[in-house]
């Protein structure tokens, strides 16, 4: 009796590298049609994995420390005990690299793709700091015989507009707007001053803000709806799962180079995402052409009358 082939994906963060990984995970699947695929990522990730369809199994990375020799044995452990066939290393980075070496201390050692010497597919490009994360992933799974990689449009998040409507009763036309991001990069946001400035102009273009992040990003909404009283305060109130049915449905979206965003513009969603000298737009951009990038070596110094003379009317969708 044949047993189905055992495949696992490594993709562990973070949010806007996931989703843009969905569409090499959508590829591996598709490739591997009957195989066991297991997913190692992180606890973050574990619901949208789930809602994804992709996978068999998810396992949790408990992430060990350097110096601890019982998370490590868990790590190999989980090597040994999935008998994989073949690994599909998305994240490439030294953690996985430990993973890799762990791999081929058990038997049979499973055929790996990625970037680390040894690997069975290995892509020798170093091009991490400069290619945008898409054309690495199709790289790499063509080396292991994987082809048309196409980027993933969340469409299995679902949401029609009556569920929209029902959920949030946002006044129509509106528009996103992503003032957060991760608290460790504060060099990243845009100030909220600027971002309500912003909100009170849209209004008078007959626009909806409707401010979307996490409860930690109250205030920033706060600070925005003191510019612009007509915007709608959602943060705290929208799971991820949501977030693409915003997009699907808004008339376009402004924020930060952060994951919300990455989970907004698939959908077709006309989005403008603000850069500082921090990260590179050419790498770190959603690749789309409805997406465009606005960047300042300092935020701070870039004005909302910037901002204003790139977007245009016409560009939101009515």
Known sequence: MNHPERILVIKLSALGDFIIALG???AIRTHHAGAHITLLTTKAFESLAIQSGLFNDIIIDQRPKKFDPAGWMRVRNIFKAGRFDRVYDLQNNQRTALYFRLSNMTKPKPHWAGTMAGATWRDVISSKATEPAPLRHARLLALAGIENVRDDDLHWLGGDHDVLRDLFKIPEPYVLIVPGCAPSRPEKRWPADHYGDLARRLYGWGLTPVVIGTHDEQPLAQTIITHCAQAIDLTGQTALSDLP????????AIGN???????IAPTGCPTWVLFSASSDPKRHAPQYPWVRTIQRSKLDDLSVNDVMNVLKARDFRT
């Open 257 to 263: 180079d952060t994951g919300p965003v990455h989970m």
């Open 24 to 26: 090499a995970m959508r």
């Open 245 to 252: 049915m915003l997009g699907r449905f808004a008339a376009g």
